[in-house]
């Protein structure tokens, strides 16, 4: 298994407080994703990033941002989490972004937001 | 718009059946193809990677086709045990951003 650990790995919060998910690896992979898992709506990218400092905006990345300092750390920040945003966070990463390489995914954090 | 869709959502046969599960994509211009599997309350483990130059993988009892003319994958599982059962997911990449696209999955339940 790919080398990918998400922290923390249940959370439970308040509406309109900020919350930090962290994704890890040990891969030394260029590309890492968020995404969130919802009934209905399948799996959704939030965010991703192709290197260092270098992110870009997925399909539902309002209310969402992200950093990247060094290559083995993703976060996801919830700047101020509303109840629409209760879900299951997986990370994921990748060695290349073209057709090469495939994507492979972390244990999961849900998120439940009061 | 880019889609991927999954026929049955769910599928329950008898154990020792080979049986198949299906992927469409709107979009003809993909650069690979992946399937996951996803057991309740856990991760996305890749089962198989295709590239669009290729028309199929094999894993074991798992083999993956795929059709970009017609926009179709298909994954065929022989010989179903009930540790087959879970959630199979089917994920088209569309561009060099690595944006995987995924369909909403079909669940499977093989009976003893």
């Known amino acids: 298994d790919a080398g990918i650990t998400q922290s923390p790995r249940h959370k439970v919060t308040e509406t309109g407080t900020p919350v930090t998910l962290r994704c890890h690896q040990t891969?030394?992979?260029?590309?890492m994703y968020w995404y969130r898992q919802d009934p209905g709506h399948g799996l959704r990218l939030i965010h991703y990033?192709?290197?260092?400092?270098?992110?870009d905006k997925g399909e539902v990345s309002d209310g969402y941002s992200v950093s990247r300092s060094k290559t083995e750390d993703f976060l996801l920040t919830l700047e101020s989490a509303t109840s629409s945003q209760t879900s299951v966070y997986f990370c994921?990463?990748?060695?290349?972004?073209?057709?090469?390489?495939?994507?492979?995914f972390g244990p999961g954090t849900r998120l439940l937001v009061l | 718009k880019q889609e991927v869709t999954q026929i049955p959502a769910a599928l329950s046969v008898p154990e020792g059946e080979n049986l198949v599960l299906n992927c469409s994509f709107t979009d003809s211009a993909i650069y690979n193809l992946q399937w996951f599997r996803q057991d309740p309350g856990k991760g996305l483990t890749s089962l198989l990677l295709i590239q669009s130059s290729q028309r199929e993988q094999t894993s074991g009892r798992l083999n993956a086709s795929l059709d970009k003319s017609s926009g179709r994958s298909t994954l065929y599982i022989a010989a179903s045990q009930p540790g087959d059962s879970a959630t199979y997911l089917c994920a088209v990449l569309y561009n060099q951003g690595g944006k995987l696209i995924f369909g909403q999955g079909t669940e499977l339940s093989v009976k003893p």
């Open positions: 891969e030394n992979h260029r590309y």
């Open positions: 990033s192709y290197g260092v400092k270098d992110t």
């Open positions: 994921a990463i990748s060695e290349s972004a073209s057709g090469g390489l495939a994507q492979y």
